[in-house]
């Protein structure tokens, strides 16, 4: 065993914070992290982020307890620390891997096998997740990008872990949802779900898969799902779940939704979020399973209202900008 922490030195989020790493393997790291609970976010590239309060347990398990001189000279040694000029772009590399990972995997789960079946009118499916990517990778998104893509499968997981059925329809979905994003609300949605059902056709799927995706891609137009449609729940509820962030990644995301919206003039910008979040806030619930509501509900509610308050104090009437 080679797991090192080092001493809670960081603040951030009411705690200080230490770092967890393997001096021999990612692999290594990730599997150590698995059998003790932390959290899959929290890992950033070469490690994870520990909270002070988790250090103790860890050692207890076996890591071995080390200064931060030491970590990150065996870090470095090991060849698997990811210099700061390199950690975006390293990033970027490892979430399209990933999401490359996950759409073969999902090929399987809606029985398209590798290409498209005989006869398909369309491209095969690695070409199809390759246009989904570049979509998702274009340069004018700020929010609506491929760490979001990555957020809503992720928080399918989530959601999958705590015992909701996630119907390969729910992940096709998600990969389809923001596919055109012309910051139109609502057109935009509209031509995603347009797309799913001219490419999931192409490759032959079936006629009702098609239209059930395309149906759970117009849900997240509204994220108002009814209350006997579990799929559109899971799904409006993997999109929405960034409002629960931490404080500094809320804040991150409400930044880049303004990004998005550059040529919005501020008092316009104002007024158009501030309409979209009372708008959740009047609801009784923000998220539509049960699980979204333990997990998330509370800790969506603060950040909503914080930004909110932001926010307040302007004119009335603006067009919507949607999270």
């Not at 995603?192 to 192409?202: D, K, P």
């Not at 979020?273 to 049960?290: E, G, H, M, N």
Request: with cysteine; glycine share 8%.
């Amino acid at each position: 065993m080679t797991i090192l922490v080092d001493q809670p030195r960081w603040p951030a989020h009411g705690t200080v914070w230490a770092h967890l790493v393997s001096d021999r393997s990612l692999e290594e790291l990730h599997a150590f992290a698995r059998a003790n609970g932390l959290p899959s976010r929290s890992f950033d590239l070469d490690h994870y982020d520990v909270p002070a309060e988790r250090v103790e347990q860890l050692v207890a398990a076996g890591a071995r307890p080390v200064t931060g001189r030491e970590l990150v000279a065996r870090l470095h040694a090991s060849g698997l620390r990811v210099r700061g000029a390199d950690r975006r772009e390293e990033k970027h590399r490892r979430r399209l891997a990933e999401l490359e990972r996950r759409w073969s995997h999902l090929a399987r789960s809606v029985g398209s096998g590798d290409r498209a079946p005989a006869g398909a009118r369309s491209t095969g499916w690695p070409e199809l997740g390759a246009e989904l990517l570049r979509r998702w990778d274009e340069p004018h998104r700020a929010y609506h990008d491929l760490e979001h893509l990555d957020d809503v499968l992720r928080h399918l997981d989530v959601l999958g872990d705590h015992g909701a059925e996630v119907p390969a329809t729910v992940e096709l979905a998600a990969w389809f949802h923001d596919a055109v994003y012309d910051l139109v609300p609502g057109s935009d949605e509209e031509r995603s779900g347009a797309l799913a059902r001219e490419r999931l056709t192409g490759l032959g799927l079936p006629q009702g898969t098609v239209a059930e995706v395309a149906r759970l891609v117009l849900l997240t137009a509204g994220h108002a799902p009814d209350p006997d449609d579990p799929a559109g729940a899971i799904l409006c509820d993997g999109d929405l779940a960034i409002l629960a962030a931490s404080p500094r990644r809320y804040g991150r995301y409400a930044a880049a939704v303004r990004a998005e919206y550059a040529r919005v003039p501020e008092e316009d910008f104002r007024r158009g979020r501030a309409a979209v979040l009372r708008t959740l806030l009047d609801r009784p619930w923000i998220f539509a399973t049960a699980t979204g509501r333990t997990l998330w509900e509370a800790r969506a509610r603060e950040n909503v209202a914080a930004e909110l308050s932001r926010l307040t104090g302007r004119r009335a009437d603006a067009p919507e900008i949607h999270p």
